[in-house]
């Protein structure tokens, strides 16, 4: 159904768009795999993304099976079914909330650092996941903010088991689920590409996400490149200094969360960057089977030079000193286009 986490984050923001979601105060992403879904929904409604974290309380030796969920603000859920058939005595369900409740202290240390968490009272939230399965995770996050006094709490999935997004409706506002098939069966499923969302990306995602919101937005742009047209991402600070044009790897794209951190540290140092798609959609679609394109250097080298000339066009860019960051075969492309141009690249 889904490429992978940011290509259903921004079908969802589509669907969001048709519910008014606009009017959102705050995008809440429940790591890990949550937040790159909820980075591509909060970037296309322009509402602020922030994260609540979630632990779920497993059964003592069946730990993937929950019996509940803890979250940030102190939310409980208990599935008192899973409780009963398991014979979990008190103590031990209180034991295991403890340990899973400074879990969430460690996490929310790692990934804020000295950042306050987004203030929801009175707010309305878009709460976003994955995925639901049991939606024990869910369930506790909504009822935490309810504690929090969020004022109306959305919940947001590409996909969910149906069975679990009837009975969020019960406890949320409303449930924005794209697919609810009744044989669900797992979220990993339902994605091309399900790998692990690492500690380091999600804190590059709230990196990128606070640059954009403290004023260096970014806008799309379409660069015309001899038969084909190629999409970027521009973001151009307040008097910068220069535009790095971003020239990603095999198997990678402008979304990709690395070179987004890099471009982040180069706009709060007064660079613009530009980070674009080296291939189209359909050669992306057909080279993931023959991976043909990926190594064709001067193909992509010719790219890398529309894009500069794209810019000298620019009355906005023209002025602006270029210069390329390339990684793996990237890296190749734009050591050949600047050794063909080398005027424009600085």
């Known amino acids: 159904m889904f490429r992978d986490r940011r290509d259903a984050g921004a079908r ?58 803890v979250a940030s603000g102190g939310g409980l859920f208990l599935n008192q079914d899973v409780v009963a058939a398991y014979r979990v005595p ?24 000295a950042r306050q968490p987004a203030d929801v009272f009175g707010r309305e939230v878009i709460v976003v996941d994955d995925g639901l399965a049991t939606g024990a995770t869910m369930q506790a996050a909504v009822r935490a903010l309810r504690h929090l006094g969020a004022r109306r709490i959305t919940v947001a999935v590409p ?19 794209l697919f609810a098939p009744e044989e669900f069966r797992a979220v990993g ?20 996400s606070r640059a954009s919101a403290s004023g260096h937005a ?4 379409v660069i015309p490149a001899e038969t084909v047209s190629l999409c970027g991402s521009l973001v151009v600070p307040p008097e910068a200094k220069g535009l790095v044009i971003f020239a990603h790897g095999s198997g990678s794209s402008r979304l ?7 471009a982040t540290a180069l706009q709060q140092s007064g660079m613009g960057t530009l980070l674009m798609d080296l291939l189209t959609l359909e050669e992306e ?22 894009a500069s000339r794209w810019a000298s066009a620019n009355r906005n860019l023209r002025d602006l000193a270029q210069g390329y960051f390339g990684a793996s075969t990237g890296a190749a492309a734009a050591l050949v286009a600047a050794a063909r141009q080398p005027d424009p690249i600085a």
């Open 256 to 262: 990709s969360p690395r070179n987004q951190y890099v």
């Open 218 to 221: 970014g806008q799309e742009v």
């Open 90 to 113: 008190a103590t031990v369900v209180e034991a295991v909330e403890a340990r899973e409740l400074r879990r969430i202290e460690q996490f929310e240390a790692s990934y804020r650092a």
């Open 285 to 306: 679609g057909a080279e993931a089977c023959t991976r043909h394109l990926r190594f064709d250097i001067d193909l992509l080298a010719s790219r890398l030079a529309a």
């Open 12 to 69: 969802l923001a589509r669907e969001l768009e048709n519910h008014g979601a606009r009017s959102a105060d705050v995008v809440l992403a429940l790591p890990r795999g949550g937040v790159p879904v909820g980075f591509e929904v909060s970037r296309k409604l322009a509402v602020p993304l922030d994260i609540f974290l979630v632990r779920k309380l497993g059964v003592p030796g069946h730990e993937e099976l929950a019996m509940g969920a």
């Open 159 to 177: 996909v969910g088991a149906r069975e679990t997004c009837e009975a969020l409706r019960q406890v949320a506002d409303d449930v924005v689920c």
């Open 189 to 208: 499923l339902w994605y091309e590409d399900f790998g692990e969302v690492s500690d380091e990306e999600v804190r590059s995602l709230l990196t990128s």
